[in-house]
């Protein structure tokens, strides 16, 4: 069974740019959820993604957008970067209609100067 | 709204000794309470969760629903127990939206 793979594992960008990140879910799992994780800190919740429509947001502004493909893969996008935008964005998945547990992703680590 | 609040950043042990890892909650609801732990160099994965009430490597977690705590123990803490813990909270259908604690750094001494 693969696991949550997630691209690029590092990347660096300058204020002002835009950046998409990808996700490939567990096999089998149609439910994905962005977060974002500060150094120092606990990963933030930014989305959830459940069929192709986004199923609950956290305190994100809107240049924070993403989208679910037939696949069940995803993209989170980010727009306007901020250096406070700094940070690693993990993915999870889950399978769908259960209470189960999120399987993360390694992360990719964004660098914003 | 709700919150997670993990008062330890580090907490370091002798192998052999009993572990507590303080895990506090506010939420209005009736949530459901997880532990998430992340080795070195390892993605964050489930540890337990307080509605399986199971013991996972010797850990165990009760909910106490009155203090609004899901501290996390070990009667004998193990070297490899060293990792980085966190307590997340999730409230009604919202599957994948976890509340995260700040983390707490468990480095067990030989």
């Not at chain 1, 970067?81 to 399978?95: K, R, T, V």
């Not at chain 2, 996390?72 to 604690?101: H, V």
Request: a neutral charge.
């Amino acid at each position: 069974e693969t696991g949550v793979t997630q691209s690029p594992t590092h990347l660096i960008k300058t204020r002002g740019q835009q950046v998409t990140l990808r996700c490939s879910s567990q096999s089998g799992h149609n439910t994905v959820s962005w977060y974002q994780q500060a150094l120092g800190q606990g990963p933030q919740f930014i989305f959830q993604y459940y069929r192709e429509e986004e199923n609950g947001r956290g305190n994100f502004p809107p240049r924070f957008s993403g989208l679910q493909f037939p696949n069940y893969s995803s993209e989170l996008n980010v727009n306007a970067l901020e250096l406070d935008d700094s940070a690693l964005y993990l993915c999870a998945s889950s399978p769908t209609m259960t209470r189960g547990e999120l399987f993360f992703g390694e992360g990719s680590r964004l660098t914003v100067l | 709204a709700q919150r997670v609040t993990q008062p330890e950043k580090l907490l370091s042990v002798f192998k052999g000794a009993p572990v507590e890892l303080k895990c506090n909650y506010s939420y209005s609801g009736s949530p459901e309470l997880f532990w998430y732990v992340q080795y070195s160099r390892q993605r964050l994965q489930l540890l337990l969760r307080h509605i399986s009430r199971e013991s996972i490597k010797g850990f165990t977690a009760d909910l106490n629903k009155g203090e609004t705590s899901f501290h996390l123990k070990k009667p004998f803490a193990q070297e490899e127990d060293s990792a980085m813990y966190y307590c997340a909270l999730r409230e009604g259908t919202s599957y994948g939206k976890l509340t995260f604690g700040q983390g707490t750094i468990l480095t067990v001494h030989p």
